[in-house]
């Protein structure tokens, strides 16, 4: 059975996945991993030409549009709204969209987004129509702010980039999803292995954003499709309705119809 | 600096400092570098140059000319 669809700025996806284009060994590999996931948005990024690489942005972008994926052009490496801000100009021409996944970074040892200049990084490019998809902490007060800004979806980390630590803070993240019900929530980075990615779906965030946990498998491509079918799951469990903890045993067996000397055991 | 000098304007390409001649124009220099990209976009001073004005617009004295293409990302 497949999970309800969503919409995401006003299209409507099936898959719930979205998937980095960075780090595999090979672009065949790439190909194969994105194919097996199918994930319908991939994440991509830019950068100055030098006169080496101008060969390899010509392969790339044959290998992305042959995917048929919508693109979602990040900010990577920017340390300022500034940088960011011109880096989602560029990436609005460069690839003929207005969705742009907003990082502004503030500090280079864990990649932790800047929330100051995030937030102010938001406020202008929404300001100039972009659809702002924030790589954000799991601050609940920055959240709401980037919410009031006029976000219609938000991307809080799970754990620092490239970690695979999974949901290091679950409470602040279902914090989020009971406070902003009506927010488009996708967990990203952090997310190492199948099950991380199922605990934040059964939390009831929408999707997901991962790259490393798939780049960097054994196999990528069933890496791919493990948490293809992990973050279905997820969705349909939390679709499904998970039925609440309780502190006592409860049989499962009815005792209706059991021999009488079992009754009044 | 010889006469030949004055004509010429110094223009920081992809981060590589080149010298080239006071009227050169975008298209110019992206028929120059013998730029084959299917996708890039023209930087100049960090703000993008439109692809219709190409042809009209002419680079000057330390501007810094970037070609931006897409690479992979997370």
Known sequence: ?265 | MSSNDRHKISVMVNGKVMSLDNDVSVLDLLQLLEINNRRYVVVINDEVSPKSMYGMTELKQSDRFDIISPISGG
Not at chain 1, 137 to 150: F, I, M, P, Y
Not at chain 1, 211 to 228: G, H, Q, R, Y
């Open chain 1, 1 to 265: 059975m497949q999970a309800s669809s969503w919409n995401v700025y006003g299209m409507e996806l099936n898959s719930r996945l979205f998937i980095g284009t960075a780090l595999y060994p090979s672009p065949q590999v790439m190909l194969d991993a994105i194919k097996a996931s199918q994930s319908q948005v991939i994440t991509v990024s830019l950068r100055r030409q030098t006169s080496s690489s101008s060969d390899s942005g010509n392969k790339f972008w044959q290998l992305i549009q042959s995917l048929g994926c919508h693109l979602l052009p990040n900010t990577a490496g920017c340390y300022s709204a500034q940088e960011a801000i011109k880096t989602a100009r560029i990436a609005r021409e460069l690839f003929d969209t207005d969705w742009i996944k907003l990082e502004v970074l503030g500090d280079s040892y864990n990649l932790q987004p800047d929330p100051f200049a995030l937030v102010e990084a938001t406020k202008i490019l929404i300001d100039e129509g972009f659809k702002v998809f924030p790589y954000c902490t799991d601050d609940l007060v920055l959240c709401q702010k980037l919410a009031d800004l006029g976000c219609e979806v938000l991307m809080p980390w799970g754990a620092p980039i490239g970690t695979g630590r999974g949901l290091i803070n679950p409470y602040a993240l279902e914090t989020l999803r009971k406070r902003l019900p009506d927010l488009t929530l996708l967990v990203d980075a952090g997310i190492g292995k199948p099950s991380d990615a199922v605990q934040a779906m059964e939390l009831g965030f929408d999707g997901i954003l991962l790259n490393t946990a798939v780049a960097e498998a054994l196999d990528p491509a069933k890496m791919a499709d493990a948490f293809s079918q992990a973050i279905n799951a997820g969705r349909l469990a939390y679709e499904a309705g998970v039925m609440p903890k309780r502190d006592i045993a409860k049989p499962s067996t009815p005792t209706l119809d059991q021999p009488i000397w079992q009754q009044y055991d």
